[in-house]
């Protein structure tokens, strides 16, 4: 059964790091285009990063840019959100999400381009 799975999440205070993973099962991950998303309680769901089916290109939302930093590595079949300097407003419930679409700079960060989602983590950032 094709499954995405997410870990990593937490409870950190403010100025702290998280790793989030995304693994993959029952399919492999090398054909698809692959997001983070992040829905906040009383908030719509938004896109955080996404990476090409190759790794070479990312696209970051303004709020995360130079603190989040996606990768894969597909030989393991899983994707990285590593998660730096963080702040309370990047509290919410982080999911993973995958397209066989090809990356796209102006699609990349909608939800209508992700065909697979997984459950979730969840992240707070408190003091």
């Known amino acids: 059964q094709a499954q995405l799975v997410e870990s990593g999440g937490g409870s950190v205070q403010p100025g702290g790091s998280l790793r989030l993973s995304c693994a993959a099962s029952?399919?492999?991950?090398?054909?698809?285009?692959i997001a983070w998303f992040r829905q906040a309680p009383g908030k719509e769901r938004e896109g955080v990063s996404c990476?090409?089916?190759?790794?070479?290109?990312?696209t970051y939302a303004d709020s995360v840019k130079g603190r989040f930093t996606i990768s894969r590595d597909n030989a393991k079949n899983t994707v990285y959100l590593q998660m730096n300097n963080l702040k309370p407003e990047d509290s919410a419930l982080y999911y993973c999400?995958?397209?066989?679409?090809?990356?796209?700079?102006?699609?990349?960060?909608?939800?209508?381009?992700?065909?697979?989602w997984g459950q979730g983590t969840r992240v707070t950032v408190s003091s």
């Open positions: 990476i090409s089916k190759s790794g070479r290109s990312t």
């Open positions: 029952g399919f492999s991950l090398d054909y698809y285009t």
């Open positions: 999400a995958v397209t066989t679409r090809s990356y796209s700079t102006d699609n990349g960060l909608l939800e209508r381009w992700y065909d697979y």
